[in-house]
């Protein structure tokens, strides 16, 4: 059996030079302020769901998650957002069905604006979501600076 030399050396890395510039890890830019806008979040999977709520609740939104499609409906008439963002692939019913009961809606309810989140990000699935009624669409896994900025564009979009 042959091992490492018991005087052997590991190289070392050079360490860094410090300076006020560099005393301090580089800065993320900042995520878009979602301060003051009530957001729908709507997912049948616990974990996307919760990940979503931290990411939008962190960036200033007051948000109001959903389970399904039919509570989302339930939800949707008593917290009145100024965005929802939905899932598409939802077991009971899907993103699609649930986008054509909120577009079939009177106004405000039926204009809110709406982000397709999917694992789906094809071209031709793009032109769906924009078929059934989202204003926008958005790949998984979603970036949480893409998502604040996408809802913060879409609430400004609808507040003109």
Do not use: W
Request: glycine letters at 4%; proline letters at 8%; a negative charge.
């Amino acid at each position: 059996m042959v091992g490492l030399p018991v005087h052997a050396v590991l190289p070392q890395l050079e360490e860094p030079q410090t300076s006020a510039a560099s005393s301090h890890p580089p800065s993320r830019p900042a995520c878009a302020s979602l301060e003051g806008l009530r957001v729908l979040v709507v997912d049948d999977e616990a974990d996307a769901r919760d990940l979503l709520e931290l990411v939008l609740s962190q960036a200033g939104a007051k948000v109001m998650p959903a389970p399904s499609a039919a509570a989302a409906v339930e939800t949707l008439l008593l917290f009145q957002p100024d965005v929802i963002v939905s899932d598409i692939g939802m077991a009971d019913e899907d993103g699609y069905a649930f986008m054509r009961r909120v577009r079939a809606m009177a106004e405000p309810l039926g204009a809110t604006p709406a982000v397709a989140l999917t694992a789906y990000t094809r071209n031709e699935d793009k032109l769906k979501a924009a078929a059934m009624g989202f204003s926008a669409h958005l790949g998984k896994p979603v970036n949480p600076d893409d998502l604040t900025a996408l809802v913060a564009k879409l609430a400004k979009r609808n507040a003109e």
